[in-house]
């Protein structure tokens, strides 16, 4: 790995990202020029207010939002893998993304069994956005509590798992005696949508974004060392301990806030390490952790653009684009290079 390759990954990584981007707000079920979209974006008066409605109080947070999710998702995954050590562990592998799905069916199926307040607050996006905050926090407590009296790792990934099978047992039984109505808007939050966030709901995932790829900047040490196992860790003064609670928090934040505001969003956090460390062909975190989170963003961003259907009044759920279109290129690239880098 040489810098110059370092650098032309980064350079062609911003050029993809700024022209998604510009593309994201561009297509859609309303076609928009682009020469039109750049001028809303400089500052300019439209020739067509409806076009700058449409980029500035829709397709520019959710652009945003894309960006955040698929680089927060990433940089989640990639610390996951990296502490655990395993090739399959993504960013929900602790039970994040199955306490926010708890919350919301408490809350979205709950309306249907309970009624009362329930079932206002649950036709409200706020409502949603509490629920899925309170659940993800609550797994996030219990991972941590079991984080500072466990020193095994794995004990810990497999506690994690089990909370995802509790939580998912749970949210069966409720759904099972919910109202079909209610049962159906639990399965279109679970699709996952960038959508729909206020600029209120972007600022406050911006808030907590800024916070997890902070804390998993300074853990970049950490993580290196890590690679080459705890005792390695130790011997060179990382204090294993906190460490692994300091990762584990900084991925249930980037983790949970993602969720809470975009839903549970599949493939990005598992796969775009293993893409990031091909192209690269380095596991240094020092150019790990900025360059899954430029990759993130990217596939994030041309997900996004995919499921819009341009020119096409339906939009597909960004979960089903995310695998469908994700999946086949990381097999491809797996069976070409015929070797994870790990």
Known sequence: MSQKHILRFFLLGGVLTLAFFVLNLSLGSVGIPLGETLSILGGAESSNSSWEYIVLNYRLPKALTALMVGSGLAIAGLMMQTLFRNPLAGPFVLGISSGASLGVALLVLGAGIFGGSLATM????????????????????????????????MAILIIGLMFGSLTAAVV???A????????????????????????????????????????????????????????????????????????????????????????????????????????LNTSDHRVLVPAVALTGGILMLICDVIAQLPYSEFTLPINAVTSLFGAPVVIWLLVRKRKLLF
Not at 128 to 133: D, F, G, R, T
Request: net charge positive.
């Open 122 to 153: 649950a036709f409200k996006s706020w409502g949603i956005v509490a629920a899925a905050s309170l659940g993800s926090f609550l797994v996030l407590l219990a991972v941590l509590t079991v984080t500072t009296r466990i020193k095994d790792t």
């Open 172 to 174: 069966a039984v409720m």
């Open 176 to 279: 099972f005696f919910s109202p079909a109505e209610d049962l159906q808007r639990y399965v279109f939050w679970s699709f996952g949508s960038l959508g729909g966030n206020s600029w209120g709901s972007v600022g406050v995932l911006g808030l907590c974004f800024a916070i997890g790829i902070v804390m998993s900047l300074f853990n970049i040490k950490a993580l290196n060392a890590l690679l080459l196992g705890p005792d390695y860790a130790q011997s060179i003064g990382v204090q294993l301990k906190r460490a692994t609670l300091w990762i584990i928090l900084a991925t249930c934040i980037l983790a949970g806030a993602i969720t809470a505001f975009a839903g549970p969003i599949a493939f990005i956090g598992l796969a775009v390490p293993h893409l990031t460390r091909l192209f």
